[in-house]
């Protein structure tokens, strides 16, 4: 996928393991980012925090920072789910706060929801380090002064407030933007005699996995002379798998195929009638802001590249309002503001 859209990958792109690359063949960047993964992070996962086997592939990404010192990046971007703000309590988070701190980068911290900006709810904590490799790690602590916001809720505004330990540069951020579109807008229209819909046996029978809430609501949508659209995942719920379903136009975190129950369903119902399908890769696209990105993979694969990716107009907005107004700067000083 990443291929189709840079032809020039070979030049740059190296896909393996990172604690294995050859830190010499690394350029000399403004920007570090690190998306590494939730798996030991997230409520689907088994909380084994950052010494989990997949997790703590943060600690060779600080590694290769620490090897870097004559051409550390200016910044550094880390992006996961939110489970990193409370895993362990908040020690692993504040572990890898303090680790970028003895590296000479002063941290700031922020949640952003992609439904913000697509209609998809995807909140993901996002961690900015500014690199000051001339102040002492024993400076005078100055003790952040901001707001709770959208972007800073209670329990990570706490976190701050309550780790001043932590060399903190936090940064006045803007208003998140209010979204336009709905599930139905992101929809491919598919005809109905496409293989993507399924059959009446398989859509009958997820309708019976449903609880008789969710059963409900799918029998309101199914008797509404409009048709309308709902997203379901199966979960697993005393152990019996479970199909719960979302009706609000928005839908559910996007996540890797693993096993069947990471593929998000598509429920569409009115006029006394109802069919269902897999969310189609172009779909899943548009859910992530990568509306015309080349799909030129199988479709699970696809599904595997934007259930693991970043929602393109979140990053997009934390360049615009954070990351490029610092580039070059010779001092990053943060700009403290007053408790509203």
């Known amino acids: 996928m990443y291929q189709e859209s840079f032809p020039d990958a070979h030049q740059h792109f190296i896909l393996g393991d990172i604690r294995s690359l050859d830190v010499s063949r690394m350029p000399e960047v403004d920007l570090a980012t690190a998306s590494f993964p939730c798996t030991d992070l997230s409520l689907a996962g088994a909380r ?28 550094v971007l880390l992006e996961n789910v939110p489970g990193f703000l409370t895993s362990h309590g908040g020690a692993d988070f504040k572990s890898a706060l303090l680790a970028l701190n003895r590296l000479g980068y002063e941290v700031d911290a922020f949640i952003i929801d992609a439904v913000h900006f697509v209609p998809q709810s995807r909140p993901r904590l996002f961690v900015v380090g500014s690199y000051h490799p001339d102040r002492s790690l024993a400076r005078e ?29 936090v940064r006045e951020l803007p208003a998140l933007p209010k979204r336009t579109t709905t599930l139905a ?23 019976n996995q449903m609880s008789p809430r969710h059963r409900a609501l799918a029998e309101s949508m199914i008797q509404l002379p409009a048709t309308s659209v709902g997203t379901v995942f199966r979960r697993v719920r005393n152990g ?30 009115g006029g006394g009638r ?6 189609t890769p172009r779909e899943c696209a548009r859910l992530m802001g990568a509306d015309d990105f080349p799909i030129s993979v199988p479709s699970n694969q696809a599904l595997f590249g934007f259930g693991d990716a970043v929602c393109v107009p979140v990053i997009d907005w934390i360049a615009h309002n954070y990351l490029n107004p610092l580039i070059g700067k010779p001092k990053l000083e943060a700009t403290p503001f007053q408790i509203r």
């Not at 109802?274 to 969310?279: I, W």
Request: with cysteine; net charge neutral; glycine share 8%.
């Open 185 to 207: 807008d992101i929809l491919e229209d598919l005809p109905d005699d496409s293989k993507e819909w399924w059959s009446v046996d398989r859509a009958e029978y997820l309708l």
């Open 240 to 269: 019996k798998s479970m199909a719960e379903l979302r009706v609000d136009g928005i839908a559910g975190c996007l996540r890797t195929p693993k096993g069947g129950s990471g593929r998000q369903i598509l429920f569409q119902a």
């Open 48 to 75: 084994a925090g950052l010494a989990g086997e997949q997790s703590s592939a943060l600690w060779p990404f600080i590694e290769v920072l620490h090897k870097v010192e004559q051409m550390r990046p200016q910044l």
């Open 274 to 279: 109802y069919r269902v399908r897999l969310l």
């Open 141 to 169: 602590r100055r003790q952040p002064m901001f707001g709770e916001s959208e972007a800073r809720p209670a329990a990570l505004a706490r976190f701050i407030l309550d780790n001043g330990d932590v060399r903190w540069n």
